[in-house]
């Protein structure tokens, strides 16, 4: 379709895209201070929040080598119930913006839950799936979804991806937009463009400029700082060490060994884990350098594991697994070496992923995340309106209650 000087169109694989192309939208070497709709830094309308971690420079979940191991692995497309429906906007002839979307044919590996609102539709005569997820498949990290090109108007091009997004929607029969894990200012944004608004809640850590892992202990409560210390040492009382692995240090090894416990423990929550060993190869061959390994080794053998992504300023934790259980291991290999990196690395957060209130104690803090959500039936998108204004004051409630409760010394 064409719009305004735009040409929309949608790509069934980001290969039809092209790496150059992508990665010129999604992560520019010189993120300009226009990435976002509204044509200001997300963020800076308050000096005092935390900073957006959309605003990011580099986010490696945006990036075409991601996406497209993804896509290379089987992980998505073919029968997986995510089928790549890419949007991008030629303008004079080039790719001005691109956005990451799949038809869904059922909510799985989203982590914004919408299996109520898929139950009530379809009890009430509606069909629910397919839908258009734009998202990071099995990824609940914030970032851009409107990946605009140096140089082009920002509102412009989202607002093209839009209505581009509104055409496939309907080319594929589909009920609804999901947008999931955007930052503030783009949500704000979005529910001026008809979106319903949501928010969520996880827990990150935040770098005050801690020289090192003893200076933000410091700044905990003594009670806290304690339990700390004594679960670090705890987690290594068995003869365990911890090495951390980066670029050409993770061997074939290292990657065999997390993917075994990856498997173990997906199999566990979720009956089968959404991620097969090609795509990890695939990363290690383009993106090891942006792929922290926190290994956990005994008597001579790896026995647990966690990967991170490291994007400029955030370190990004995503999957854990292990073959044997130690006290606080778990504890030590997410958490405490996350930060140790972070503060070493001079990162400004690390993003923990999805759930898990028993971060607070360990230093991370409440953090508000955003979604928005098209539907295209009036009378069901007034009833998830209804629901969702609910939610966001129940969010909020929750959020200053948690704020509370954090382990850093008061005043």
Request: overall charge negative; glycine content about 10%.
């Amino acid at each position: 379709m064409s719009d305004q000087g735009f040409t929309i169109k949608a790509a069934s694989s980001i290969e039809a895209i092209g790496r150059q192309a992508w990665d010129r939208c999604a992560n520019p070497l010189v993120a300009a201070p226009q990435d976002c709709p509204s044509g200001r830094r997300p963020g800076a309308e308050d000096e005092a929040a935390a900073p957006d971690p959309s605003a990011e420079h580099f986010n490696p979940f945006i990036s075409y080598d991601f996406l497209h191991a993804l896509e290379a692995s089987g992980c998505v497309g073919g029968r997986s119930g995510w089928t790549p429906l890419h949007l991008f906007v030629t303008h004079d002839d080039r790719v001005a913006g691109v956005m990451p979307a799949y038809g869904k044919s059922h909510s799985q590996g989203e982590y914004v839950f919408d299996w109520g609102w898929a139950d009530a539709y379809e009890r009430a005569g509606g069909q629910y799936y397919p839908k258009l997820q734009v998202s990071i498949p099995f990824t609940p990290a914030t970032g851009r979804r409107f990946l605009v090109a140096p140089g082009e108007d920002p509102t412009l091009v989202s607002s093209a991806l839009v209505r581009g997004a509104k055409a496939a929607l309907s080319s594929i029969g589909g009920s609804s937009i999901h947008a999931t894990f955007i930052g503030h200012d783009d949500w704000q944004w979005l529910g001026g463009q008809g979106f319903l608004q949501r928010t969520d809640q996880q827990f990150h850590w935040l770098n005050e400029g801690y020289g090192d892992f003893e200076a933000f202990l410091a700044s905990l409560a003594s009670r806290k700082r304690k339990t700390i210390k004594r679960e670090r040492r705890d987690a290594l009382a068995n003869g365990i060490t911890i090495e951390r692995l980066t670029g050409a240090d993770i061997t074939k090894e290292a990657w065999d060994a997390f993917y075994a416990f990856y498997m173990d423990t997906g199999s566990r929550k979720w009956g089968r884990p959404y991620l097969n060993r090609k795509f990890y190869a695939l990363i290690g061959e383009t993106m090891a350098e942006h792929v922290l390994l926190v290994m956990a080794r005994r008597e001579g053998r790896y026995i647990a594991g966690a990967i991170n992504f490291i994007g400029s300023d955030t370190l990004y934790g995503r999957n854990w697994g292990c073959i044997e259980d130690h006290p606080f291991l778990h504890f030590e290999v997410c958490y405490h070496q996350a930060i140790e990196f972070a503060i070493e690395r001079r990162l400004r957060r690390v993003e923990a992923g999805a759930q898990g209130e028993h971060k607070l104690a360990r230093g991370y803090r409440p953090v508000t995340t955003y979604s928005a959500h098209y539907i295209a039936d009036p009378g069901f998108r007034r009833a998830v309106d209804d629901y969702l204004a609910h939610e966001r004051a129940e969010v909020a409630a929750h959020h200053e209650a948690l704020d509370e409760a954090t382990p850093f010394r008061k005043g």
